[in-house]
C-alpha cells in the first residue's frame, strides 16, 4: 500500500510521527483543507505531468493553477496532465493520495515557488486520507525535488 510506502520512508528520515490519517477524504485541496482545518491554499498539492517519456511531479500550493506559458518555458512542451488510469502506475500512489515522497524510480520531483509564501504546508503522504505538515525547507530536503520552479499562477 502506498501510504505504508511513504511510512517507511519517512520514518528513515525521522518523520513518519508526523504523519496525519483522518476518517475522511483528503483527496482534494478543498477536502484536505477540511480535515486538516486550514486554509486551503496551504495544501501542497501534488500535480503529475507527462513530460515527454517521463513523470513529472510538481508540488505546488492549494491555490495556485499551473500557467501554460510558464510551464512551456520551463520544460519545453505543453503542460499534460497524467490520465488518471495511469498515475498509480507511472507515479506509485493513486490519484488522491500523490505525494512527492517515496515515488517510482525516474519520477522527477519539482517544487513550486507559490509554497514559499506559507511558514508550513501540507502535503498527503501516500493515501487519499493523509497529511504531513512540513516547511518548506523539510519538504525539500524529504522530497528530493530537481529544483525549484515558477510555474504556476494563484488562482484568482
Known sequence: ???????????????????QEFTV???TVELAAQALGCEGCRIAKTLSFAVGEKTVLIVAAGDAKIDNSKFKAQFATKAR???????????????GGVCPFAVNDGVEVYLDE??????????????????IE???????????????????????
Open 81 to 95: 496532465m497524467l490520465p488518471f488510469a495511469e498515475v498509480e502506475e507511472k507515479v506509485g500512489h493513486a490519484a
Open 25 to 27: 477524504s483528503s483527496a
Open 134 to 156: 512540513l516547511t518548506c525547507e523539510e519538504l525539500e530536503m524529504l522530497s528530493n525535488p530537481v529544483a525549484w520552479i515558477d510555474v504556476c499562477k494563484i488562482a484568482e
Open 1 to 19: 500500500m502506498s501510504i505504508e510506502k511513504v511510512r517507511e520512508y519517512l520514518q528513515t528520515k525521522g518523520y513518519a510521527d508526523k504523519m
Open 114 to 131: 507559490s509554497l514559499k509564501r506559507f511558514e508550513t504546508v501540507y502535503p498527503a503522504v501516500g493515501s487519499a486520507s493523509s497529511a
